[in-house]
């Protein structure tokens, strides 16, 4: 469990106590560690989610990963937040996959947010938001597109999409929020749409098969139209 001491992380012990795992909590440092001390772990270990080196060797013989990239404001650093969301999950995905495909089992679980469905969006209330949800989609187009290409083997890959959570994340703005999930329910969403065969989880969404249909089918057909060899009319039109 990477990010396992933070406000989603410290949930998942108690979420994966259920199944028959070991445990290892990755954690930050010794703060993390003081924090999941007493959630039942069978281990625990500390890296920095910016260095490949320390990722790879927090996931050692990992055969289930699920990373919660730790929560940043839409303002915060540029580098550390393309970083550790976008980039980290790549990192790890490279370091536990070679493992559980030659054991011949495993799962990856990633976490990125429901902002991710909706770049291009205007809506004014949601927060100033460009870098977070670009880097929230990188994960989601990585790890759904992976889903597709594991196919077929016996790993599993899911990626859980929460909407409003209700942590300390931008100032603490979720917890008052009726529609804020709480981290728990964040927590074992992702476990329960594993074992599902989801290979998207978004906890709060009934009807959930039907609009991701619907969703690739838009993007399909924008795909397919899009590739032709010929200007689309309105760049050849003269008046443009
Ligand atoms: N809250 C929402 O409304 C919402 C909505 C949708 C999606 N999400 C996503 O859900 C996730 C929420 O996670 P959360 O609330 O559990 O996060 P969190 O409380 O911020 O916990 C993150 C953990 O990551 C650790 N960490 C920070 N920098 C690190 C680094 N460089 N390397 C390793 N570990 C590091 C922190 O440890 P230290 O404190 O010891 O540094 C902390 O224990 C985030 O990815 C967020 O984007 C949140």
Known sequence: MVGAAGSCGTHLPRAARRAPFRARAVVHGPTGRRRVAGLGVHEVSEADLADPDAVRQALENADFVYMIPPAFHPEEDLFTLLTLHAVAPVQLVRAALPGMLSAEEGAVVTVASLLAFNAGGADPRLPRRTLYLAAEAATLGFTRTLAGELA?????????????????????????????????????????????????????????????????????????????????????????
């Open 152 to 240: 077929g083997t016996p790993v599993r890959v899911q990626v859980v999409c929460p909407g409003v959570v209700a942590t300390d994340w931008n100032n603490g703005a979720g917890r008052d929020l009726p529609w804020a999930m709480s981290p728990e329910d964040v927590a074992s969403a992702g476990l329960a749409g594993l074992r599902l065969g989801e290979a998207v989880c978004v906890p709060g969404l009934e009807g959930q098969a039907a609009a991701l249909d619907a969703l690739l089918a838009a993007g399909t057909a924008l795909l397919a139209g899009g590739n032709r060899p010929a200007l689309a009319a309105r760049y050849t039109d003269s008046r443009a």
